[in-house]
């Protein structure tokens, strides 16, 4: 830390002192230079992009009654879904601050069918980067935090497009998401623990407030949306009936806001556990591998949690299409590790049942 130059003699001397402030861009810059020196600044700035990109999102957030932003434009985006206005403006924002980037190879966007090419040379396209640019953008009319979660993996050598857009979570070098909810929160990891900054509008800067964030052990919430239970798999049915009838030797309470930034900073703040099973609707689940399951649970193991579809941990599926969805249960170590035992006993007890 440089020392700050004493003054003239005519007035008392200025003591070094640790920084009122660390500002997002800052700390991405110490992280880089602690840890990813050989980075050269390009991982920071690609991080400054999309610290950047969401305070042009939540200015439009923060004022969307107030402009004719509100409700949907018109369109369905690839997944079939009204595009709400705001969710146009946000993916535009994302694409052009991280496109001007010479070190981002690919983008993938939720609302983009296919990935966002700039047929940069593998030597400077060093960067894929996976974004939902609005994630529970549904809830924007009522209200409700909304949130974008982003993902950013390195482009393996000499790759072509397909293949480097399909690796699996654990090749992630960051991720990360900003809740737009009372405050705005921006919230990441490269891999060396978990960090949060609140939005100061007053100066318009990502502030650090929340120094290596953890996860609790253990929580005292399930999350899950209770109005599709009876189309979940038994596994997931007898595991909430085991944590309400005290499995675990301790009392839950049911939260479920329906938008996933907002349900996963709860349980990464407060412990618990997060379900999105396989259901009629969705038989693989509705939530996406690439640009939201795989950033959360880089973020939720990060922090001492866990992260799972079941059968192996979120970061260790290989993806094989660039918007394919995945269950997705996340949360404490303790009812996650509850959940996989229940896991392991219905699959064994399945598979006896079956070569009976
Ligand atoms: P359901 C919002 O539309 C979203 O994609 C996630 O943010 C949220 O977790 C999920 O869908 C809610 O889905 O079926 O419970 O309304």
Same mark, same amino acid.
């Given at each position: 830390m440089a020392t700050i130059p004493h003054p003239p003699s005519t007035g008392p001397a200025l003591q070094t002192r640790r920084p009122l402030i660390v500002t997002a861009e800052q700390h991405i810059l110490q992280q880089q230079q602690k840890h990813?020196?050989?980075?050269?600044?390009t991982f920071s700035e690609l991080l400054a992009s999309i610290a950047l990109a969401t305070k042009m999102i939540q200015a439009k957030v923060r004022s969307a009654g107030l402009l004719d932003i509100l409700g949907s434009a018109g369109e369905r985006n690839v997944q079939g879904e009204v595009q709400q206005k705001l969710d146009v403006y946000a993916n535009q924002a994302l694409l052009e601050c991280l496109g001007?980037?010479?070190?981002? /190879?690919v983008l993938v966007s939720e609302e983009n069918e296919e990935p966002v090419t700039f047929g940069r040379a593998p030597e400077t396209g060093k960067y894929v980067i996976f974004f939902?640019?609005?994630?529970? !953008?549904? &809830?924007i009319d009522v209200n409700v935090s909304v949130g974008t979660i982003f993902s950013v993996f390195r482009r393996p050598p000499g790759s072509e497009v397909n293949s480097a857009v399909?690796?699996?979570?654990?090749?992630?070098v960051a991720a990360g998401y900003v809740v737009y909810g009372s405050s705005t929160m921006l919230v990441y990891t490269t891999g060396q623990g978990v960090f949060g900054f609140t939005l100061d509008p007053g100066i318009g800067a990502y502030v650090l !407030?929340?120094? &290596?964030l953890r996860m609790p052990d253990h929580g005292s919430t399930y999350s899950v949306n209770e109005a599709q239970s009876d189309s979940f798999p038994d596994v997931y049915q007898n595991f909430l009936t085991g944590l309400r009838t005290g499995a675990l030797r301790r009392e839950y309470s049911s939260r479920y806001v329906g938008s996933l930034v907002a349900d996963f900073h709860r349980t990464l703040l407060k412990g618990g556990v997060f379900l999105y099973p396989p259901t009629?609707?969705?038989?693989?689940?509705?939530?996406?591998?690439?640009?939201? /399951?795989n950033p959360l649970a880089f973020i939720a193991e990060q922090a001492g949690g866990s992260a799972t579809d079941g059968e192996r941990r979120i970061v260790e599926i290989q993806p094989h299409e660039i918007h394919q969805r995945t269950p997705l249960v996340f949360g404490s170590s303790a009812e996650v590790e509850e959940f996989q035992r229940c896991y392991k006993h219905d699959s064994k007890t399945a598979r006896t049942s079956t070569s009976a």
């Open positions: 990813f020196p050989e980075a050269g600044g001007q980037r010479d070190t981002v /190879a939902d640019p609005l994630d529970g !953008s549904s &809830n399909l690796q699996p979570g654990s090749k992630q !407030s929340h120094e &290596n009629k609707g969705y038989p693989s689940g509705k939530l996406r591998l690439l640009y939201e /399951a």
